[in-house]
């Protein structure tokens, strides 16, 4: 399914922020998991963050 969400320019920015952050503690968190099931669930969820920064960026969201 695919959605279209509309955003002001300071929203779409803090949204960026928030996923730059999280997705900085997940890449921690990854290096630091031992269980391989656990690991490959976090990593899906970082491809996820990685690919929702990079429609940001494409929507004209420069990178600080």
């Known amino acids: ?4 969400l509309v955003l002001t320019t300071p929203e779409s920015q803090l ?13 921690m968190e990854i290096a630091h998991t031992d269980h391989r099931e656990m690991k490959e669930g976090l990593k899906v969820r970082e491809a996820l963050m990685q690919g929702i920064l990079q429609k940001l960026q494409a929507e004209g969201m420069p990178r600080d």
Not at 15 to 27: N, P
Request: contains cysteine; charged residues 35%.
């Open 1 to 4: 399914m695919t959605s279209c």
């Open 15 to 27: 949204i960026r922020e928030l996923l730059e952050g999280d997705r900085c503690r997940l890449l």
